[in-house]
């Protein structure tokens, strides 16, 4: 299917529209990239959009709106089959792939959303804990997966896990400096370690990401706003 009318409605900081951005660069797909404001009011396009989340990134396509990231970067790889395929061409290691995918955005997400913006110690300690524990289990898998041989979960070239991971690591490092932590390390994840240097040595990743001191720099700004609107505190699952 040819690349007409492809828009890509998103944020430059969320790691939920760079997973897509890599997708649509790793296909070499020509895209319109309509930016919004994550610090501001939400755009009227966005609630349009998709009305029943009220979020980015949305992907626009030959008249279709497809929304959520994971589900996205799945349409790009069915709807522009050329390579490099993003998802695994056997059926369970697409289905293994998948599972992890949604094991980091059900159970790494959320804490370090909250390690991110909460205001009590005891919150914040509690969430570094529960990321602490998620990527020791993530290392498990990615020590089985990645080798010398492998330095990336698609193997030469970026895989699905790689794109659905790889755009939170720097919010990672941003909730290490914040919190005086290191949450990845030789010691307990050698692995996802070795991973995350090969994955911001990957061409399409250095054309496209943001750079870490305007990341830290907007995350600055969006504490607050988090910590100071009752209603995101509460969609977040941040009680204190």
Do not use: C
Not at 157 to 186: H, Q, R, S, T
Request: charged share 20%; proline share 6%; aromatic share 8%.
């Amino acid at each position: 299917m040819g690349e007409s009318e492809v828009k890509l409605l998103g944020a430059w900081p969320s790691p939920f529209m760079l997973r897509v951005r890599i997708a649509l660069h790793l296909k070499s797909i020509n895209y319109e990239f309509i930016e919004v404001d994550l610090l501001g009011p939400k755009s009227e396009l966005v609630l349009k959009s998709n009305p029943i989340y009220k979020k980015i990134p949305v992907l626009f396509h030959d008249g279709n709106t497809i929304l959520e990231s994971q589900i996205i970067v799945q349409y790009i790889d069915e709807v522009w089959p050329n390579a490099p395929s993003i998802l695994p061409s056997d059926a369970a290691q697409r289905a293994d792939s998948r599972f992890w995918v949604a094991y980091f955005d059900d159970k790494l997400v959320p804490p370090l959303i909250i390690a991110l913006a909460a205001k009590s110690k005891d919150t914040k300690n509690a969430a570094i804990a529960q990321l602490e524990q998620g990527l020791v289990h993530l290392e498990e898998a990615a020590s089985t997966k990645l080798s010398t041989e492998k330095a990336l979960f698609g193997g030469e070239n970026l895989g699905y896990m790689d794109i659905a991971l790889g755009p939170f690591l720097v919010w990672i490092g941003i909730i290490e400096k914040i919190n005086g932590v290191k949450l990845l390390n030789e010691t307990n994840t050698p692995s996802l370690l070795r991973w995350a240097d090969s994955f911001f040595s990957h061409a399409v990743v250095k054309t496209i990401f943001p750079e870490v001191e305007n990341l830290i720099e907007f995350a600055m700004k969006l504490i607050p706003i988090l910590r100071a609107r009752p209603e995101l505190r509460l969609l977040l699952g941040i009680s204190d």
